[in-house]
């Protein structure tokens, strides 16, 4: 369709320059209202004013302006039916092929003032009866809503001689409709809560891809969007996301960027069903722990050292993990990733030879998303659980220094160590499947206790993964003398877990005996506990508070030293003294952080 006749009446005149000159190049005759003219006409444009076409002026106080039968006869007259032209020639009423317009601002003056009178003049009445009957008519006029779409009609007119095309028509109609339809919802909402009627709260999406299937394979379709008006936190540069990447990846970019803020340092999280199985800030490796860690001979940027340091809190649980940096992905950190089993990785950014080599991972199915600068969320969540919609305010609770040493309730005080250790582990439990706790030492998350319906349970849980990580640095598991040649990177990672476990069944241990060129001699009781009560200055972070003093008794047996919880408990008293009779340094944040 040819554009001979435009309407243009906008509140937010941005752009208007852009199309103002395509309009007046093409020859296109254009009507405007008020403040929309005389912007028209200022640059350059030569405007038909509405009323002069109505016969009738602009009335009470700009209330009505286009709603006229020469204005909606002239839009939605369907150029393909006959009928409709005669009626417009024998009415005297010329067909309109262009709607621009933007509506009323009502939602930012709901936020300004909540004042009824002032509200309801934002209510915007010509606006969307305009763009819907455009809308409407699509196969004859073209809507446009949106400053966004100023350029797309200009090149579009550029390219056809004057004209759109159907499929730009329709889309822009699309457009038009759910634009009309989330201004509608947001004044249905604020009058209902005027009136003290139930709120009928509408939340639009836009869908933004599809996803293979949702947590388990029978349930189908399944798909991502955004909130309308809101951009997504990434961008997916390989692969196709997954339910449950997806999952971790907005819990775990949100750990590391909450890490990185308080802390200063670059962090690395490592996880598995929407819990960490590891988090980690950077400090150097020390020998052993490169030799621990699998890295020996490696260069490693901190970014990289950060990750490794993660991924080794539990290795075996980190096995087809979804990473997290907070900072920028170098080729260092894509080797390791490479070797790894992983799903994929969420990152501030990467280097175009790291996301090369991320890229071809998995036969070129390696998820990589960039987390976008300075997304700021909405303040609110919504989800959905058998047809009931729970909603709260996000958890925007900020963990910091001050927050952990601000109220420390026993004899014994922080370290400066100490503080890091609280900062990191109150951050992971944030993001762990509650009921949780974490136990962390040197900057690096060494057990979460993830999901238990009794907090002791957690503490225990978490205790034995505090175990088997120190475990892993004793002179016996490190001289393990693996066959190369059958013991690849994950058989040893399993192997030196089942040996500190020693709890193999008859056939696990023929298996296990055929990964070594020596068999394995078990540690003794005496030589483990012996090793255990050398791991010192533990720190203990729980997202709730410690209902009785067996938590810390439990505690005690895996070396800690700080503990921080929320505090609360009718037992508050008992567990403090407990924690002076171990000479335990313990805060109370006040701050719960549950997570589901």
Not at 397 to 424: H, M, N, P, S, Y
Not at 533 to 553: H, M, Q, T, W, Y
Request: net charge negative; charged share 25%.
């Amino acid at each position: 369709v040819t554009i001979k006749r435009a309407l243009i009446s906008v509140f937010d005149k941005t752009g208007l320059d852009v199309i103002a000159e395509s309009l007046k190049s093409l020859g296109v005759v254009v009507l405007s209202t008020g403040g929309t003219a005389k912007k028209l006409r200022e640059l350059g444009v030569e405007v038909v004013d509405v009323k002069d076409v109505t016969k009738y002026p602009e009335m009470l106080g700009g209330r009505v302006k286009t709603l006229h039968p020469v204005i909606h006869g002239g839009l939605l007259a369907n150029r393909q039916e006959p009928g409709h032209m005669e009626e417009l020639k024998a009415h005297g009423i010329d067909a309109i092929d262009l709607v621009v317009s933007n509506l009323y601002p009502f939602e930012e003056t709901i936020k300004k003032t909540q004042k009824f009178e002032e509200c309801i003049e934002m209510i915007d009445i010509g606006g969307p009866t305009m763009v819907r009957a455009a809308a409407k008519n699509c196969d004859s006029v073209t809507v446009v809503t949106s400053p966004d779409q100023y350029q797309q009609l200009v090149d579009e007119l550029a390219a056809n001689k004057g004209a759109v095309t159907q499929e730009t028509r329709r889309s822009f109609a699309a457009q038009a409709f759910f634009a009309t339809a989330q201004y509608d919802s947001m004044v249905a909402t604020y009058m209902a809560e005027q009136t003290g009627r139930p709120a009928i709260t509408t939340r639009h999406y836009v869908q933004e891809g599809a996803l293979r299937y949702g947590v388990n394979p029978h349930q189908t379709p399944a798909g991502y969007s955004r909130i309308a008006q809101c951009d997504l936190p990434f961008e997916v540069l390989n692969g196709s996301p997954g339910y449950t990447n997806l999952m971790d990846a907005m819990n775990s970019w949100q750990l590391v960027k909450e890490v990185t803020d308080a802390l200063g340092l670059p962090a690395a999280a490592s996880f598995k069903h929407v819990s960490p199985a590891g988090a980690a800030v950077y400090q150097p490796l020390t020998e052993v722990e490169a030799e621990v860690f699998d890295v020996v001979g490696k260069e490693l940027s901190e970014m990289a050292v950060a990750y490794v340091r993660a991924r080794n809190a539990d290795p075996m649980s980190s096995f087809g993990d979804f990473a997290a940096v907070s900072g920028t992905v170098d080729v260092s950190l894509a080797k390791i990733l490479k070797s790894e089993v992983s799903d994929g990785i969420i990152a501030a950014d990467y280097e175009p030879e790291a996301l090369a080599i991320l890229s071809a991972k998995k036969g070129g199915k390696y998820l990589v998303l960039k987390a976008k600068a300075g997304y700021v969320p909405p303040t609110d969540e919504v989800k959905e659980v058998f047809g009931v919609a729970l909603t709260q305010k996000r958890n925007d609770a900020v963990i910091t220094r001050k927050l952990i040493q601000g109220d420390v309730k026993t004899k014994e005080t922080f370290t400066e160590q100490g503080i890091i250790d609280l900062v990191l582990a109150t951050i992971t439990v944030k993001y762990t499947q509650s009921n949780s706790v974490c136990y962390a030492v040197n900057g690096q998350i060494i057990g979460v206790g993830a999901g238990q319906q009794s907090r002791v349970d957690c503490v225990k849980l978490a205790g034995r993964k505090v175990d088997t990580w120190h475990a892993r640095f004793h002179p016996k598991v490190r001289a393990l003398k693996f066959d190369l040649e059958k013991a690849k990177r994950v058989d040893r990672v399993n192997a030196r877990v089942a040996f500190i476990s020693d709890d193999m069944t008859a056939n696990e241990r023929v298996q296990f005996d055929k990964l070594f060129l020596e068999t394995p001699v078990a540690l003794t009781a005496e030589e483990r506990q012996a090793w255990a009560s050398e791991l010192k200055g533990v720190c203990l972070s729980s997202d709730a508070f410690f209902p009785f003093r067996d938590n810390i008794d439990q505690a005690t047996k895996h070396g800690v030293k700080f503990v921080t919880q929320p505090g609360g408990s009718k037992q508050d008293d008992v567990v403090i003294a407990a924690c002076d009779e171990y000479n335990m340094a313990m805060s109370f944040t006040k701050l719960r952080v549950f997570h589901h």
